[in-house]
């Protein structure tokens, strides 16, 4: 246990030297806009950082209801996306005759730019929730789809060999060696996907909803420079919402598939 509680503080203590130092580079960038190049509209341009977090503190209530109504319709845009994808995945690999009909019209609805598609569905729906749910769904399920069919083809044939050898089914083939296999694929997709998915949620809340975190943003940004630093603390909460789902995957990767290498006690430690 102590192992692992230096290796995390190792990890962790380059994080905090950066973000340390990104703050006070951020500061000193705004107070030389504000009082030395004498910018105008300086603190709407880079506002002091300081600033900023007593907004956050200030209306933290607001920013969390609101952030939470956008993580929540963003979750669930990103389960169903991610459930379609696995399944879309699941079946390509299971038939190449399904992967040569299916694939290219993936492919094709990915080039689709999300900015010209997120107002098309809002306008049609009129549900600002059912279209937050469309465009993250929409924005998963490509990328897992992609990774995890790529992690199902990735088992050496030896392997499949092998498990023939001792007649094992088909289904058991795939239950114990194929989908153990997608898993870091899998992850990899999931990965990527889900802070898309709050930025897609995002999106669509700018195009006119009534709750979200981009509701706040888009009002801020219009009331202009008496209001900079609550947009800018909008912005702050979208990133840190797409932060910590990308960290929430990363904690499911390490319970669900531990045996990968960078989970592994490093140096010989066995914690």
């Not at 005759?97 to 569905?121: C, D, K, V």
């Amino acid at each position: 246990m102590k192992g692992n509680s230096a290796l995390a503080s190792s990890r962790l203590l380059p994080l905090l030297v950066w973000i340390v130092l990104l703050l006070a580079v951020w500061e000193g960038m705004s107070w030389y806009l504000l009082h030395v190049a004498k910018t105008p509209l300086a603190q709407s341009k880079l506002p002091y950082v300081h600033e900023v977090a007593a907004t956050l503190w200030k209306y933290s209530g607001t920013l969390l209801k609101e952030g939470g109504a956008t993580f929540g319709n963003a979750g669930v845009g990103f389960l169903l996306g991610a459930a379609a994808g696995v399944l879309l995945a699941v079946l390509m690999s299971l038939s190449r005759t399904i992967e040569r009909l299916a694939f290219p019209y993936a492919i094709a609805s990915q080039m689709i730019p999300i900015l010209g598609l997120a107002p098309i569905i809002y306008g049609i729906v009129r549900d600002e929730q059912v279209s937050r749910i469309i465009i993250s769904g929409y924005i998963t399920f490509f990328p897992v789809a992609l990774n995890m069919l790529r992690g199902l083809r990735s088992v050496e044939l030896p392997a499949v060999e092998l498990m023939h050898s001792y007649a094992a089914k088909s289904w058991a083939v795939y239950w114990k060696l194929r989908l153990p296999a997608s898993l870091p694929g899998l992850f990899g997709g999931l990965k990527i996907a889900a802070p898309l998915a709050v930025t897609g949620a995002i999106l669509v809340e700018l195009m006119g909803a009534q709750h979200g975190i981009g509701v706040i943003m888009l009002r801020n940004l219009y009331y202009g420079p008496s209001h900079t630093y609550m947009f800018w603390s909008t912005v702050l909460v979208g990133a840190l919402l797409g932060i910590a789902s990308y960290w929430l995957m990363g904690l499911i990767e390490r319970l669900a598939a531990p045996w990968q290498p960078e989970f592994r006690p490093k140096g010989g430690d066995r914690g």
